[in-house]
């Protein structure tokens, strides 16, 4: 359990609070989870991502993909106090027109932010298909592809049908490095999780073949970073559920209220002394900012880096010039899908990193690549998917 004085605990209040102030500032947003979680978010940007606040897409950066994507506001504020080229005046602009912070994370707005999260439980999904990704290309390039994929999910992404899917898959896969942090608060929008909701989570999630670990205390910084390190050592995708209270240190703590109720300007003040922070004019304190600086610096400094023949190779992988194929008067005279694996074979001889499936129907459309077997936990060099009948998730995995 992290002291009152330590340097983490005014870190996260502070984290608590100027997300709390950006709300109040726009008129919108959801207080709840920000107060909740801003722990989690701690622990994962000071301690754990692999990340390079001044060259966001280093390539062998940890994936961080925030499913809950009414957090926003603490995401920002994470990202602004981890160095992220996020302003004081980009947090005062929280969710105004053609800001780069909006109401829900938005990538290639936001510095940082690595998947667009609107709807809950297809983030899960983004998740499931980078740590796929990952699998995949370090099977080809082992220097240069060595990280993991986080993601924060809550009792609504869980709810949806797409996180079944989802999940299902990534633990048919053994996605080993995929670690899914679980907001587990037990309360929604309208009303406690159990008047829509009585699934045991971590009983199904068992099922699905993941490890689970439980963090009774969502305020244990400890406990969760113990957690975090055990799930890293798992050969299979790890959920932890963390023990949260909705609107922590609040005025509606616990309340389903917390949720999407700005707090006023006097519950503003209230929270600053119970939070024992001040902030003004959404300027965090330096010592904070060079604190996180210097957490993030010490893992890159320890990130060994490919040889430039490595980095070459893979590059080039990436970099394959595309030369439409034609279809020859033979070839017109066949079912559409037989032309369509024919050129599917021609696109993939010419893009190494070109892979996928289709949802157990590949007898039927012929989607496959024939010169490849199947992507498993046996095999991730194979450039075959086998979604099974999971199309909902299948859209959202490939699209991470």
């Known amino acids: ?41 701690y622990e994962l940007y000071a301690n754990q991502l692999k990340i390079n606040p001044e060259n966001p897409k280093m390539i062998n950066r940890d994936r961080f993909v925030l499913s809950a994507g009414h957090g926003a506001a603490l995401l920002y504020a994470t990202l602004h106090l981890a160095g992220f080229n996020i302003s004081s005046d980009d947090l005062q602009a929280f ?22 999260t609107g709807p809950l439980g297809q983030g899960l999904g983004m998740a499931v298909g980078m740590a796929m990704a990952e699998e995949h290309l370090r099977a080809h390039h082992p220097e240069v592809i060595n990280h993991y994929t986080y993601a924060l999910v809550g009792d609504g992404d869980l709810m949806e049908g797409v996180s079944h899917e989802a999940a299902s898959l ?27 909701d009585v699934t045991d989570n971590i009983a199904r999630f068992q099922s699905y073949g993941w490890q689970t670990l439980q963090v009774d205390d969502g305020n244990d910084l400890h406990a969760i970073h113990d957690a975090i390190e055990i799930a890293k050592k798992s050969n299979t995708p790890t959920l932890i559920a963390v023990k949260t209270v909705i609107g922590d240190f609040g005025p509606f703590a616990g309340l389903n209220k917390a949720h999407g ?51 070459q190779a893979y590059e080039l992988s990436t970099a394959g010039k595309l030369k439409l194929p034609t279809i020859d008067d033979d070839l017109k005279q066949q079912a559409g899908r037989k032309i369509s694996k024919n050129i599917l074979q021609k696109f993939a001889q ?50 991470g």
């Open 1 to 41: 359990m992290t002291t009152n004085n330590s340097i983490e605990t005014q870190t996260i209040n502070t984290l608590r609070l100027l997300s709390n102030q950006m709300i109040t500032k726009a008129g919108s947003g959801h207080p709840g989870i920000a107060l909740g979680a801003a722990p989690i978010l």
């Open 95 to 116: 969710r105004q027109p053609y800001s780069i912070t909006p109401g829900h994370p938005e990538v290639g707005v936001t510095p940082g932010v690595e998947a667009t």
């Open 170 to 196: 990534a633990g048919q896969q053994q996605l080993e490095r995929l670690i899914v942090l679980y907001d587990d608060n037990q309360v929604s929008l309208d009303g406690p999780k159990k008047r829509t």
């Open 261 to 311: 109720t700005p707090l006023q300007s006097k519950d503003l003040l209230d929270l600053s002394r119970n939070l024992n922070v001040t902030i003004e004019n959404f300027k965090v304190p330096a010592q904070l900012l060079s604190d996180m600086k210097k957490r993030i610096g010490q893992r890159l400094n320890q990130e060994k880096q490919p040889s430039l023949s490595a980095l």
């Open 350 to 399: 010419q893009l190494p990193n070109l892979w996928g499936g289709s949802a157990d129907l590949v007898a039927s459309t012929n989607a496959e690549i024939v010169e490849s077997d199947l992507f498993d936990a046996q095999n991730r060099a194979g450039r075959n998917i086998a979604f099974g009948v999971r199309e909902f998730a299948m859209g959202a995995v490939m699209n």
